[in-house]
């Protein structure tokens, strides 16, 4: 009987240690449907963006606290199983000081949070400025996008475990085009 119980708790252990875990936003794991996640994110004070209407397909914006303010977020879903993956932060702004001073604010939030993440910055591409936070659950991107007449700081948490089949699904779509002539 003991030796039945050992192997139970090994095994249990065994399984637990191997679990995965899901990056987190505002506390909630990115996980579920894209209308499980949003109705937690309703029961902390958020709502269905009047500019949800104008979003495509996978995405859905919400309003909510955020930093002392009302912010716009956009919860990104696989559009055939309605999976989230992610969950983006956009605010422009239209002098370059004020998006570095969100920016800085961000990433110095971001450090203190995420301390065992891999830090790394830049990042490849044409940004004002640009930083990730990488662990085993997913990644978080902190970026400035300067624009004609705007700058934009623009946060993206991604989850590994739910945007892998995104990827290898976008990935396979592509290697189809190009077998198919279409590229």
Sequence with gaps: MTRLIIIIISCLC???????????????????????????L?????????????????????????????EQFGLHYDVDTKRMWSVTFIRSFFKETDAKDLYNKLESLLHEKHNEAKYESPLEGSF?????????????????????????VKMSYTDRINYRPVYKKKRQKELDDVENGLL
């Design 14 to 40: 065994y399984i637990q240690a191997f679990s995965e875990e899901h990056l987190k936003f505002l506390g909630l794991p990115i996980d579920g449907t894209v209308n499980e996640y949003a109705s937690k």
């Design 42 to 70: 309703i029961s902390k004070g958020f709502y269905v963006s009047p500019d949800n209407k104008y979003a495509g397909k996978g995405l859905r914006v919400m309003e909510g606290p955020f930093l002392g303010n009302t």
């Design 128 to 152: 004002v400025s640009s930083c990730s936070f990488q662990n085993n659950k997913g990644i978080i991107t902190l970026i400035i996008i300067e624009r004609d007449y705007d700058y934009q």
